[in-house]
T-cell receptor
Framework: GENVEQHPSTLSVQEGDSAVIKCTYSDSASNYFPWYKQELGKRPQLIIDIRSNVGEKKDQRIAVTLNKTAKHFSLHITETQPEDSAVYFCAAKRRGFKTIFGAGTRLFVKA | DVKVTQSSRYLVKRTGEKVFLECVQDMDHENMFWYRQDPGLGLRLIYFSYDVKMKEKGDIPEGYSVSREKKERFSLILESASTNQTSMYLC??????????????FGPGTRLTVT
């Protein structure tokens, strides 16, 4: 079946450094790529998304890039802060079908 | 503000019991989902529903069933709970699956322990 691979599973950075999480997807018809953040004990929430007709999208300190040819997309967090510590999930879906989630990346930002 | 609520935050059941997990959303969303979250495995889809009385199997439907009698409510049923169903269960809803891009709104989760 279709799947999304996410790396790394755990990431530890120093406050102020950048963090990058990478995902690859198998369904070439995927056209929507959301990223969810789940803080400890809380529900996942959408933080940014990108559609297949766009190569890059930025929102303050976070950005996503998409390479449709290689079927991979990445989340970039700059100037990390302790409140960025959470589990991040990438996902991929195509029109009318279910969303496929990656396994998650646990990000630790050390003060 | 979208609100997705789940009937319990924590639940402890015995092996063999029938378990009902309820989810309610207040945004008139057509689509509702049940996921299971386990460490290192991410969010795995159990069942989803695109309309009232409609259901489709996700990736891990074995041992589960669902019910959607009203648009706002989606129930997950464990017919005979087993210890390997101990997990965090997350409900979600969304409104635009057909359009292709749909933000999913998650409930707070139910941590189920089967002893």
């Amino acid at each position: 079946g279709e799947n999304v691979e996410q790396h790394p599973s755990t990431l530890s950075v120093q406050e102020g450094d950048s963090a990058v999480i990478k995902c690859t997807y198998s369904d070439s018809a995927s056209n929507y790529f959301p990223w969810y953040k789940q803080e400890l004990g809380k529900r996942p929430q959408l933080i940014i998304d990108i559609r297949s007709n766009v190569g890059e999208k930025k929102d303050q300190r976070i950005a996503v890039t998409l390479n449709k040819t290689a079927k991979h997309f990445s989340l970039h967090i700059t100037e990390t802060q302790p409140e960025d510590s959470a589990v991040y999930f990438c996902a991929a879906k195509r029109r009318g079908f279910k969303t496929i989630f990656g396994a998650g990346t646990r990000l630790f930002v050390k003060a | 503000d979208v609100k997705v609520t789940q009937s319990s935050r924590y639940l402890v059941k015995r092996t063999g019991e029938k378990v009902f997990l309820e989810c309610v959303q207040d945004m008139d969303h057509e689509n509702m989902f049940w996921y299971r979250q386990d460490p290192g495995l991410g969010l795995r889809l159990i069942y989803f529903s695109y309309d009232v009385k409609m259901k489709e199997k996700g990736d891990i439907p074995e041992g589960y069933s669902v019910s959607r009698e009203k648009k706002e409510r989606f129930s997950l049923i464990l017919e005979s709970a087993s210890t390997n169903q101990t997990s965090m269960y997350l409900c979600a809803s969304s409104g635009q699956v057909v359009a292709g891009w749909d933000e999913q709104y998650f409930g707070p989760g139910t941590r189920l322990t089967v002893t």
